[in-house]
């Protein structure tokens, strides 16, 4: 099978990056490429899908690499797994799960599941800024993409299921599969837990998650962790104060002691992003030059040079992700120039956060607890499936209500451009279209 028709498969069956911002995999199926990343790092903690997909279909996933080395020509792909995680797994370091396929261990460091400091980690190859994995013939997909890209091949399959992790501050954590556009709130009601008052959901990790309302929102094909915690955490105080008090609080107490550059992660492999200029760019715009405005393209939004480096409780991340909202409006980023080098910094690896102390800090170590595996999907008798579940275009309806559905039916089609196709994820009834969502009713 021809590189094309496997890209065509994965659009047509809707496969977007499971694990991140949802970008439609046949998208980085290019030339050039001589290994794959199985991304199963899962760095955020009380985050357990990867381990679980890992632990329950390793075969499943080791044939979706198989497919897509086969289709794209790379001789070598790599299963990326926290070494702490792989032991308990029964996995080691080097193992061979297939011809040319490896298992890879590395530390247990925040954030090391982001691909710019895996690809680093894994391989020696750095990213340059502003460019994309292929730059330096590396394919990353998330291990539950892999995963789906094996059921689209195999089993002409599209995505219509998601697997979480429903964790945090609740007596029992646990790990399922349920359809895309389930109701939060009926996968919280299915498995009996509740939000508390006084208490926060985070669609996502406590760190990059997003605070989500469990009563109006739904599962989408980037959801990999409904994460419930009490609001007057760290992790959520910070996520709650806004830019401008941020910056207020700056005007105030920020010493300029660079604490935030230094522990950057981005910044310690060598990018030439300065959280603390960019602070200050925001307290003084005189000093809002275009050039340093661009390096915050390059942030990954871990938040450690707020939750972690900053003794004063400024978050320079809230900062910097006004200025990314302003640069994606003009289609501005940072782009390394041709023949400029970047080096790591020699001290990397010693001031890497250590995931541990990551949880302390965030207040959430106290919650992390190892989740039951719910092997049975959820049902659900009410799905909303939303239009925009990838990056690129938006998905575009192609039913109208009344329509009787069976899962699997085709209900938008991909958009013009970067897009994909969106898929019935339960049989039903059409009940509600607009350009922005589809509900079924069983
Ligand atoms: S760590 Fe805090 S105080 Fe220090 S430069 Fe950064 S924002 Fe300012
Ligand atoms: S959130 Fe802060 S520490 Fe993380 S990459 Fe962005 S600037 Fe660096």
Redesign the pocket.
Known sequence: MPELKLKSILQKCGVVGAGGAGFPSYGKLTDGADLLVINCIECEPLMYTDYELVREKLPEIVQGAQLVMEHTNIKRAVVAIKAYRAMTLGLADSQELAPGICVKTVPNIYPMGDEINLIYQVTGRLIKPGNLPISQGVIVYNAETVYNIRNAVHENMPVITKWLTIGGDIPEAYTVKVPVGMRISDVLKAINVTVPKNYVMFDGGPSMGIIKNPASDVVVKTTKALIIVPDNIPAVVQKQRTVEQNLRL?AS?????????DLCPRHLLGYPLE??KL?RAGLYPAQETPELIRTASLCCSCDI?GTF????G?S?MMVIKEYKKILAEKGMKYVAAPGQEFTPAENRDSCMLVSQKWKEVLGVAKFDKHPTYIPKDLTADKVEIRMRQHIGVPSVPCVAVGDKVTVGDMIATAGPGLSVPQYASITGSITFVDENRIIIEA
């Open positions: 700056a107490t920020c010493c300029s002691c660079t604490r935030c550059t959280p603390h602070i040079c480096s900053c003794c004063q400024i320079p």
